[in-house]
């Protein structure tokens, strides 16, 4: 069991190590893309474990929880980590074409690996100081990645990135020290009773909110989302493909586990936040993007703005809602990720990301137009492309819970995400180039081709999937939204079963508690027992 | 589900599948790529033919698989008489314009790309008219909207198309995107989502107090699609698309989307006031104000669309009426609309490809130079205008005669009256038509010398005019189709017949009247263009743009003003909202009584508060000051160690002061190269406001932290004490939390340090690649600062002296067994790999500092890159041993060794993995200073050669540095 949990995080950081040992040669790209490829197996191991026995965990150093660290996977973190395995092959198949050999040679691939670690340890992890270490190491990666290639924008944007999420991770730290010096406790599984039994209640909400702040500014909520949008458009972009598609659901995985999890006392006054949140955060974002002019700019806002839906989803806290927040989370790493790739290829060919300085994309480049359409009219909410599905299903939750205002802002933002994306399809495919440039993808180097369009085109084709068959995956949402909202499983798998005597769990507790739990059908022997 | 439920699906697969052929079969020739591109509409065609005889018997034919149960989505379709005569109609004239367009399209445009969307969109289409699930239904009414978008953008190069595509888009997409809303609440209301569940459930609804708003938002999806005022704007914009697609989308099915739900939903929603002051409404309007404009628009396509604005009014007022006899005239008016609009509106296409030209005031006598199409528009026309004996007549007369016993708010006159005007304005556009284009003189200053085309062009309008004229000429032939529509709209029992002399009813008259009327004016067009054109009118377009850039002005201004660059701004909203929401939650809120007290407070440690508390403040106030702050900042880790020592947290103090040590020496040596000031950028009044918020917010965390240190609490503490030597195999239980209960949290720590070390590097390498290291190196004002500051630092001309270089080199040897003293009795005793790393790191960097960086470099033998990786690699190689054993990850294990000359010792993993968090430090902070030295390089310092300035054992006098 452990290192099935633990793989995921080895991997990467095994094939950073070597990766960065060879960082002058070209075997570390390939190391990265063979590396990403055995974290996408070893996720989907995961992912099948978790389907067969439910929630399952393991304990570092095999020191029983709540003393040691835990590593968990529940379904949410299982497919997280399934996504991040796509997105990183992706990614790093992306990066043969688009990375050069300087920033190679400064260690890109050890540094893009680490944050794949990063990224799915804080998936992985049952413990809320753990999870701050993840944070660091996802923070101190990503800046690297930012900042590599130096240049002024560059180093303008990396500093308000790195800025505002140091201190963000500061009042995760202050608020994981309170929350220790209030429990007594770190282990996530553990904290869901501990928090219970507080005295001060109070204080408590106090805690929370300084968890969702800290959480909000790595998510990029309203009104804490200003460093996206400043830092987002200056990598590479294989950078900006993985910090758009993974690094802000972080937060969202983030304020989804210790929403549900933990800081369920008072849901009144902290869902209520959230949902003003949600609302804002919707259309600020998509606000911002309609003011850009930049192909890349547009999409860093509008990350912002669909973070919004994945919030409004944990706000409204029903099991639909949670549905559509799971659902929302899975389908927009995939199409904001591709997007970004596109965005790269499109620079590539034709020039430039400025709107108005591109064109002719679709004339002479139809194919990338069809790799573009694809994820564009599923981030728009287009049926039937996953991003329909998402929306729906959190517009009918909003529905069913009467939040008609919601509603209605999540709809009319739809609208004006179509208007955005439109205006990129104007700009950038169906007007001519303005400088009477053809771009072909003939232009690109054989092997760049491939390894620029072939991530694409996988990615497109998921999404296209999850359109087309999203049964299995709103399947898997509920199943997944139902562990979240009832913690059982996950607290036992942790922590082992709850009050059983020492002597009289004898039997089971020599088994892994997890499968005995979650094998599917413990109800019937425990009835048979009962009668 | 029997055979007739499969031939339901093939129909509506057969589009998509047949999507992807034309983009193939363009390689095989134009001609090919049309004849493929019809097959899939001819089989469809077949099949509907072959359950029609059902159908207009009144059954019904249904088909259902599950799609996503959990939602209520099923992809069930279901063909009664509406659904088969608008899937007639849509394969029927799908046909007809692959035929056309055919011909039409030029060999410069892409046709493949054509016929691939013209089939997406009629599966779309057709999908919208058999679903019988209302999400599925609004699937494919998004799916219009997109084909749609890239039909009438196909002619990328224009930009009316693109703006024209992208109003399209936002205009029907907004209508949907209501219609979701609309369709939600329906399915709450109906509980069910299929469309003949929604259909019975019609009383239901209407009793629900959620009927209104259902109604408005599914009519606002209607009205959209269907152009109805004030939403009409984006159809004639829709018109910058090839003629083809304006004729089939933009004439004969999509826009008549709208007009399809309105019918479909009849049963449901309407027979309220709310629905008939609505639709009715509505209609009225649009159909006037459609026909109005339309009669002064120069641009043949325009004056069409503005004719099928009007029409689409029309239908859209009849529905609204709500009574049996008006849905039956409004089925029998779709499809005779259908036949002369798209017969029309093909005319205007042969019209501009022989002419060049859409304007009507270039044009004129066309009728000698184009006979074939001078008929056929002339007919269709003529049914445009309800001229008897063709099919436009009789349904006109049927409107007419609903008009005239419809009263509107207790007006008897109102519908009649607007009615008869609307009919009066479309016989003088109609007119207008015939007699500004095909009469009047041959004129010689056409754009391009016209002539008729060849047949594959003129066929199949000439097709729908026989059509116009039979339906016209024998009504009865309609009659089943439109009664088995008419009966699916009314869900009634009814027998309608179509004839063309009903007697001397009002309706008559009414059409006399607009007949007379629209000639005269027709007649008087010039001074009515006039006064028009002086006249002002509200354009929606402009209206739309305005409303537009307000938006993105707005937001612009929002982005503008929240993303001003300012660092110091994103962090006062951060701060303040973190103060904020936490206040709030904590307000009204009690707190428990504290159950310790203030511990006495010994002199000493009194005094070293005050310190802390002095220094803070003194950072503040002199923070311009770089240095100055420097050594205050050391001052204040000093104290905060020292209270680490005082509160027995020894392990906490050591690893302090060598965290701290080494910090402000990287410090110092980065301020080398930076300004030692920090100009004044801020008002007063914003530092005031900057430090009312940062006292606010620090003393809010001091006061949580405060009251948190009041109260005990139970912890889970006391295991790691209990377990520390029995599991962990140490007595320093801090050495063995890091290493061995949280070594999970160590290992990701020493890889955050290790690719800070990394990042630093990398950063200093790309900027001294880049401009950074020109300006370095002479001119600019980066140099002028750094010269300022390198002569600060070069007071001392003793760079290397002696009797630094002597101690370093007698201290190193010391201060690495002290590391390893350090190291190893970590387990047991304060200490451990960190701090050793960092006592090992602080020798090296005096060396740096003694001899200078080059000497010292030359001297290293392993790179720092190395290092860092090796030491990630021994930690995490440590942890992952425990698997070979059965154990989880990082499990630890130890063991008592005996070797004769010692005393027997401890050896444990934990150890191991300790070496890998040594190693990990030891290579990132040497790696930090590194770089650091290399910018000190690049600003052209002097690089030393030699260990000392003055070397006694060379006996040389002088031996300065050199370059």
């Given amino acids: 069991m452990s290192w099935i949990l633990a793989s995921p995080i080895i991997i990467p950081f095994a094939t950073a190590v070597l990766a960065f040992l060879f960082r002058a040669g070209p075997e570390g790209r390939w190391l990265s893309v063979i590396g990403s490829a055995a974290l996408l197996i070893a996720s989907i191991v995961l992912m099948v474990e978790v389907l067969d026995q439910g929630v399952i965990a393991a304990q570092m150093g095999e020191w029983a929880a709540p003393f040691g660290i835990t590593l968990v996977a529940d379904l949410l973190s299982a497919v997280m980590v399934v996504i991040t395995g796509i997105t990183g092959l992706a990614v790093a198949v992306y990066a043969l074409a688009d990375i050069d050999e300087k920033k190679e040679a400064l260690g890109y691939h050890a540094l893009f690996q680490v944050l794949l670690a990063g990224v799915c340890g804080a998936f992985l992890t049952g413990d809320i100081f753990n999870l701050y270490v993840w944070f660091e190491v996802m923070l101190i990666a990503s800046f690297g990645l930012l900042i590599l290639g130096g240049t002024k924008v560059q180093l303008d944007g990396g500093i308000k990135y790195v800025t505002l999420n140091l201190i963000s991770t500061i009042l995760f730290l202050s608020g994981v020290g309170l929350l220790y010096g209030m429990t007594g406790t770190l282990n996530m599984a553990d904290l869901h009773g501990a928090v219970q039994r507080v005295d001060n209640p109070g204080l408590l909400v106090v805690v929370a909110v300084m968890f969702m702040i800290a959480f909000g500014v790595k998510a990029a909520v309203f009104p804490l989302f200003f460093w996206l949008p400043a830092s987002y458009h200056t990598p590479a972009f294989a950078v900006s493909a993985i910090f758009a598609g993974l690094l802000t659901k972080v937060g969202v995985y983030a304020l989804i586990r210790t929403f549900t999890l933990i800081f369920t006392t008072d849901v009144p006054y902290t869902h209520t936040i959230l949902l003003w949140v949600a609302g804002f955060t919707m259309v600020t974002g998509v606000l911002g993007a309609a003011a850009m002019n930049d192909f890349r700019r547009i999409l860093s806002f509008h990350i912002v703005s669909q973070i919004g839906y994945m919030i409004l989803g944990l706000a409204l806290f029903t099991p639909l809602a949670i549905v559509g927040a799971v659902f929302y989370l899975v389908h927009h790493i995939i199409v904001k990720a591709n997007l970004f790739l ?31 359409l694809i994820p564009a009219f599923s981030l728009a909410g287009f049926p039937p492309l996953s991003g329909f599905w998402a929306k729906y299903v959190l517009i009918k939750a909003s529905l069913d819970a009467e939040g008609y205002l919601i509603a209605g802002v ?70 997944s939204a139902a562990q979240l909202l009832d913690p059982t499983d996950y607290i036992t798998a942790v922590l082992g079963e709850p009050v059983i005597a020492p002597v009289a769990a004898e039997p089971v507790a020599t088994q892994p508690v997890s499968v005995e739990l979650t094998s599917g059908e413990p109800v019937t022997p425990t009835r048979e027992v009962q009668q | 589900m029997n055979d007739q439920g499969h031939f339901l699906f093939l129909i509506s697969l057969l589009p998509f599948l047949g999507a992807v052929i034309p983009g193939i079969m363009i390689r095989a020739g134009r001609n090919a790529c049309a004849s493929f591109t019809a097959v899939p509409t001819v089989l469809a065609l077949i099949l509907l033919m072959i359950l029609a005889p059902d159908v207009l018997r009144g059954e019904v034919i249904t088909a259902e698989v599950m799609w996503l149960p959990q939602l209520g989505l099923s992809v069930s379709f279901f063909l009664d008489g509406l659904g088969l005569m608008f899937a007639a109609m849509i394969l029927g004239v799908g046909l007809l314009i692959t035929l056309y367009a055919r011909f039409y399209l030029s060999g410069d445009d892409p046709m493949g790309q054509f016929y691939t969307y013209l089939l997406m969109f009629q599966g779309a289409m057709l999908g919208i008219v058999i679903s019988d699930n209302i999400l599925l239904l609004l699937i494919f009414w998004e799916l219009t909207s997109l084909s749609s978008f890239l039909l009438i953008g196909y002619w990328k190069h224009l930009p009316e198309g693109r703006q024209g595509a992208r109003m399209a888009l936002a205009v029907t997409g907004a209508g949907g995107l209501a219609m979701i809303g609309g369709m939600l609440i329906l399915g709450h209301v109906a509980g069910s989502y299929k469309l003949t569940d929604i259909l019975q459930a019609g009383e239901a609804i209407r009793a629900s107090e959620w009927y209104l708003p259902a109604l408005i938002l599914i009519l606002l999806g209607a009205f959209t699609k269907s152009a109805q005022f004030p939403f009409h704007f984006w159809l004639p914009h829709a018109m910058a698309a090839p003629t083809p697609v304006s004729a089939y989308l933009h004439s004969a099915t999509m826009v008549k989307a709208g007009v399809f739900l309105m019918a479909r939903m009849w049963p449901v929603l309407a027979g309220t006031d709310a629905w008939f002051y609505i639709v009715a409404t509505t209609g009225l309007v649009t159909m ?66 022989e002419t060049h030209t859409r304007d009507i005031s270039r044009l004129g006598g066309l009728r000698h130079l184009m006979p074939i199409t001078f008929a ?93 004229v039979v339906i016209g000429v024998a009504p009865f032939l309609a009659e089943g189709i439109v009664t088995a529509a008419a009966n699916a709209v009314t869900g009634a029992d009814l027998h309608p017949h179509l004839k063309i002399w009903h007697g001397a009813t009002p309706a008559l008259w009414m059409s006399i009247i607009a007949v007379l009327g629209g000639g005269a004016l027709l007649g008087l067009h010039k001074p009515f263009l006039s006064a028009w054109e002086a006249a002002p009118r509200p354009e929606a377009k402009a209206i739309f743009d305005r409303l537009l850039a307000a938006i993105i002005a707005l937001s612009r201004g929002i982005t503008e003003i929240a ?27 009690a707190l428990s ?5 203030l511990l006495p407070v010994p002199a000493v440690i009194g005094i070293g508060w005050l310190m802390l508390i002095v220094a803070s403040v003194a950072v503040v106030i002199l923070h311009r000051d770089r240095f100055t702050s420097l050594v205050l900042i050391g001052i204040i880790g000093l104290t905060i160690s020292a209270g680490f020592a005082y509160l027995s947290a020894p392990d906490l103090a050591l690893t302090q002061i060598s965290v701290e040590t080494v910090t402000i020496m990287l410090l110092l040596l980065a301020l080398h190269f930076l300004p030692k000031t920090t100009p004044v950028e801020s008002s007063v009044l914003r530092r005031v406001r900057d430090g009312v918020i940062a006292v606010v917010a620090g003393g809010g965390v001091g006061a949580l932290a405060y009251a948190f240190m009041l109260r005990d609490i139970s912890t889970i503490s006391q295991f790691h004490l209990d377990n520390s030597y029995e599991g962990g195999g140490g007595t320093n239980v801090v050495n063995v939390i890091l290493v061995d209960f949280r070594g999970y949290d160590t290992y990701g720590e020493i890889i955050v340090l290790g690719i800070a070390g990394m990042v630093i590097y990398a950063l200093v390498q790309t900027l001294l690649a880049g401009p950074v290291a020109r300006k370095l190196r002479g001119g600019g004002a980066m140099s002028e600062v750094l010269r300022e500051g390198l002569a600060v630092t070069h007071l001392s001309r003793d760079r290397h002296p002696l009797m630094m270089v002597v101690v370093t080199r007698v201290l190193m040897p010391i201060a690495i067994v002290v590391g390893a003293y350090i190291f190893l009795r970590g387990h047991n005793e304060p200490g451990g790999g960190f701090v050793a790393g960092l006592v090992v790191a602080i020798a090296l960097l005096m060396q740096y500092m003694a001899s200078g960086f080059a000497w010292t470099q030359a001297r290293k033998r392993i790179e720092y890159h190395t290092l860092i990786g090796f030491g990630v690699i021994i930690a995490g190689l440590t942890g992952a041993g425990a698997w070979l054993s059965g154990t989880p990850f990082l499990t630890s294990a130890y063991t008592y060794v005996h070797l004769p000359p010692i005393e027997e010792f401890e050896l444990a993993t934990a150890m191991l993995f300790d070496l890998g968090v040594f190693l990990t430090v030891l290579g990132a902070v040497m790696l930090m200073l590194y770089s650091l030295s290399r910018i000190a390089r690049h600003a052209g310092e002097t690089v030393n050669v030699e260990a000392m300035d003055y070397d006694p054992a060379d006996r040389v006098t002088e031996r300065g540095a050199e370059t």
């Fill in chain 2, 593 to 597: 009584a504290p159950t310790r007290g």
């Fill in chain 2, 288 to 353: 006037v104000l459609g026909a109005l404009i339309a009669l002064f628009k120069d641009d043949l396509k325009a004056l069409l669309a503005f004719s099928t604005v009007s029409h689409l009014g029309l239908l859209t007022m009849l529905l609204g009426f709500g009574t049996e006899a008006a849905a039956v005239a409004a089925v029998f008016h779709i499809l005779n609309h259908l036949t002369f609009k798209a017969a029309l509106f093909m005319t205007v296409g042969i019209v501009d490809h």
């Fill in chain 2, 376 to 468: 056929i528009g002339t007919i269709a026309a003529l049914s445009m205008a309800g001229i008897p004996l063709l099919n436009g007549f009789l349904s006109k007369e049927m409107m007419l005669e609903e008009a005239s016993h419809t009263y509107w708010a207790g007006s008897t006159w109102a519908v009649p009256v607007l009615a008869t005007l609307g009919a009066l304005l479309s016989v003088a556009y109609s007119f207008r038509f015939i007699g500004h284009v095909f009469l009047g003189p041959v004129r010689d200053d056409y754009p391009h010398k016209p002539h008729d085309p060849p047949m594959g062009l003129w066929a199949a309008p000439a097709l729908l005019t026989v059509l116009v």
């Fill in chain 1, 342 to 372: 596109v965005a790269g290829v499109a620079e590539r060919i034709a020039g430039s990301t400025d709107l108005d300085r591109i064109g002719g994309l679709y004339r002479y480049a139809p194919f990338l137009g069809l790799l573009f």
């Fill in chain 2, 563 to 589: 993303h001003n660059g300012a660092i110091s701004r994103y962090l006062a909203v951060f701060v303040v909202t973190s103060v904020a929401l936490g206040w709030i939650a904590y307000s009204g809120s």
């Fill in chain 1, 410 to 479: 999540a709809l009319a933002v739809g609208l004006l995400t179509i208007y955005s994306m439109t205006k990129i399809w104007g700009n950038a495919f169906w007007k001519p180039h303005p400088d009477g440039v053809e771009p072909r993808l003939s232009r690109l180097p054989g092997k760049d081709r491939a390894a620029f369009l072939s991530p694409i085109a996988a990615l497109a084709i998921l999404t296209c999937i999850i359109g087309f068959f999203p049964e299995p995956f709103v399947q898997f949402a509920e199943r």
